[in-house]
DNA sequence: TATTCGTGGTA
DNA sequence: TTACCAAGAAT
């Protein structure tokens, strides 16, 4: 009995001709011309490419690949930048560490003189990549048989088999159909056209099952359940918590700052100091608090500057944001990495995480009122 | 295996 | 206002 692999391979290519996306990274590629299947794209600009798309909308991403060439425009260029300086090229984007990895694979291949692998399993031992993220740059640059399974590849074929539970509890079913589908083909265009039908026409909400090249197969769609899936996982719950932030304002106008550790949470960015509100404590106790233990300052605080919630992954923030002048003892780094005093315009030079953009913005627009 | 890594758009 | 969620990987 034959499956049906070879139909479904052929009626999404058809579309994707049609209908795919033209602003994907790799067919943005400096030269202008679209590759053919024998053409060998560089690395480079894929992997960066690629690491930026974790987790992250192509619309989101494409403005930092960017300007992110346009300041490291190849692999030395990266390697012989600071970590500043990358955090810096990075800031906005969300998960931090990835900039961290990208460098330190640029620093580590530089000093061995090496260049950037160009297959699958080569990729796959950098920092940074799993098997999808290696699979896609691989398949991107040289139209190898590199089948992948990210976010939409799941969602796709959740619908597609109609499965009955979470996605990634058929992780090694989902490889295996990808497998099938590509039959060992040149993955390429496959790839780009399985993400591209699943950006565009199985979307998360509202699928557009009337454009769908693969309705006909679909399960979900024969049962009506499309709507309904994938299953998600049972959420648990996020928790919350108020933090106050101390922005303190020497005699001379200079505001003091400190780096977070490397690794964690927004490792390796600058932030304004502060901490959470324990129970009982008011926003004032917190601040003095916070800035008695991180930073072994003693403050007054002042006028509140603005207060407003952040959301993370797995924690919903409160911030409260209050003027502090210094009353005793010299800032020095406790939890962070370092601290130090700048001037107000200068505070653009270091990178922030967006909470701490938005501090920084209330700032400018209070000195810009006095 | 389950958590932990950001951010901003969208309904 | 809230919850969901996106070109996943590391631990």
């Not at 089948?147 to 074929?157: E, T």
């Amino acid at each position: 009995m034959r499956h049906r692999a070879p139909d479904l391979y052929a009626s999404l290519l058809s579309w994707w001709a049609h209908h795919g996306r033209r602003d994907v990274p790799w067919r943005l590629l400096p030269g202008g011309r679209q590759p053919g299947p024998d053409d060998v794209l560089p690395t480079y600009p894929v992997w960066v490419a690629e690491v930026m798309l974790q987790q992250t909308r192509l619309a989101v991403a494409l403005p930092f690949w960017r300007r992110w060439l346009d300041r490291f425009p190849d692999l030395a260029s990266l390697a012989a930048a600071s970590r500043q300086d990358v955090l810096h090229a990075w800031q906005g984007l969300g998960y931090y560490a990835r900039a961290q990895q990208l460098h330190g694979v640029a620093t580590q291949l530089a000093a061995a003189k090496r260049q950037l692998p160009a297959d699958r399993a080569g990729l796959e031992r950098l920092s940074g990549l799993g098997r999808t993220t290696a699979a896609s740059i691989a398949a991107t640059v040289g139209n190898s048989a590199d089948p992948i399974l990210d976010g939409n590849v799941r969602r796709l074929l959740a619908r597609l088999l109609a499965f009955p539970a979470p996605p990634r509890q058929a992780t090694a079913l989902f490889w295996t159909m990808v497998e099938l589908l590509l039959n060992g083909r040149r993955a390429r265009d496959f790839n780009q056209a399985l993400m591209d039908l699943g950006a565009l026409v199985c979307r998360p909400r509202a699928p557009l099952c009337r454009c769908c090249p693969w309705q006909r197969h679909c399960h979900a769609y024969a049962k009506g359940i499309q709507q309904q899936l994938p299953v998600r996982p049972t959420p648990t719950p996020i928790p919350r918590f108020v933090v106050g932030v101390g922005v303190v304002l020497d005699r001379q106008g200079k505001v003091l700052i400190g780096q977070r550790q490397p690794d964690g949470l927004l490792g390796g960015l600058w932030e304004f100091v502060g901490g959470t509100q324990e129970p009982g404590e008011t926003m004032a106790a917190t601040v003095v608090r916070a800035l008695w233990q991180n930073v072994g300052l003693a403050v007054a605080v002042g006028p509140e500057l603005l207060r407003f919630d952040h959301a993370y992954t797995h924690r919903r923030l409160s911030f409260v944001v209050y003027l502090c002048r210094p009353v005793a003892g010299d800032a020095r780094p406790v939890v962070n990495q370092q601290v130090v005093w700048v001037w107000p315009h200068d505070l653009h030079r270091y990178p922030f995480s967006a909470a701490h953009i938005r501090i920084i913005q209330a700032l400018r627009e209070r000195s810009g009122q006095t």
